[in-house]
């Protein structure tokens, strides 16, 4: 597609229930990435995928938290039994090049009530 | 490990005011720096990179050269709009890194009219 496109755009979920949060990044993007932006903060990385390397999962807070990719496409990052303190904007960003810049999605905005 | 400092917000400033938000980092590697930009209510952007060492970025009015012997990349633009006010992201990414970028944590622009 011509940009990111992630899904659902927000996401109102009661504590202790699964999320699941979708990112489509641009075709031909052998990178992407997911970051979690809380309110008035910057970006907090969670993790990395680079076309078929096992992708870099430094980034992520718990084992709640895991995300797949199939192939060069669709992205899905998973949170179980979520908890107040994952209320943030889940982004997603592909590149082309690894030195290059991202390309951003708009974010999914979670809210854990 | 990578870091990227940059100064904090908010930044208030009259239209066509002089913009300076400063921005360091710590890096092992020989990193690329970028800066990125949030609208209200957008995703990020890129605004601007530097790939190696006394590199100048530039696009719409802003500028920022990677310093090598200071560690900086600082953002300027000579003559703000209030069209840019925004929130102002410094980054790096870097092979040590494993290329994931590393963000600052954002710097609030209100430019007045």
């Known amino acids: 597609g011509a940009g990111v496109s992630q899904s659902p755009s927000n996401k109102v979920t009661e504590k202790g229930k699964d999320v699941e949060l979708r990112c489509d990044p641009i075709?031909?993007?052998?990178?992407l990435y997911w970051y979690r932006q809380r309110l008035g903060q910057g970006l907090e990385f969670l993790i990395y995928?680079?076309?078929?390397?096992?992708?870099?999962k430094s980034g992520l807070p718990s084992d709640r938290f895991s995300a797949e990719r199939t192939g060069e496409s669709v992205s899905t990052l998973t949170i179980q039994r979520t908890q107040q303190e994952d209320s943030a904007v889940y982004l997603c960003?592909?590149?082309?090049?690894?030195?290059?810049?991202?390309?951003f999605g708009s974010g999914t905005r979670l809210t854990v009530v | 490990g990578n870091s990227v400092t940059q100064m904090e917000g908010p930044v208030t400033l009259s239209e066509e005011a002089f913009l300076t938000i400063n921005c360091t980092y710590t890096?092992?590697?020989?990193?690329?720096l970028f800066w990125y930009v949030q609208y209200p209510g957008e995703g990020l952007q890129l605004l601007l990179k530097?790939?190696?060492?006394?590199d100048k970025g530039s696009n719409k009015g802003f500028e920022a050269t990677y310093r090598k012997e200071t560690t900086s990349f600082h953002l300027e633009k000579g003559s703000v709009q209030v069209s840019d006010s925004a929130v102002y992201f410094c980054?790096?990414?870097?092979?040590?890194?494993?290329?994931?970028?590393?963000f600052g944590a954002g710097t609030r622009l209100f430019v007045k009219a």
């Open positions: 960003a592909s590149s082309f090049s690894r030195q290059g810049g991202y390309t």
């Open positions: 075709s031909g993007h052998t990178a």
């Open positions: 995928f680079q076309g078929n390397s096992a992708p870099d």
């Open positions: 890096a092992t590697g020989y990193p690329s």
């Open positions: 530097a790939t190696k060492a006394d």
């Open positions: 980054a790096l990414s870097d092979l040590t890194g494993g290329f994931k970028t590393i």
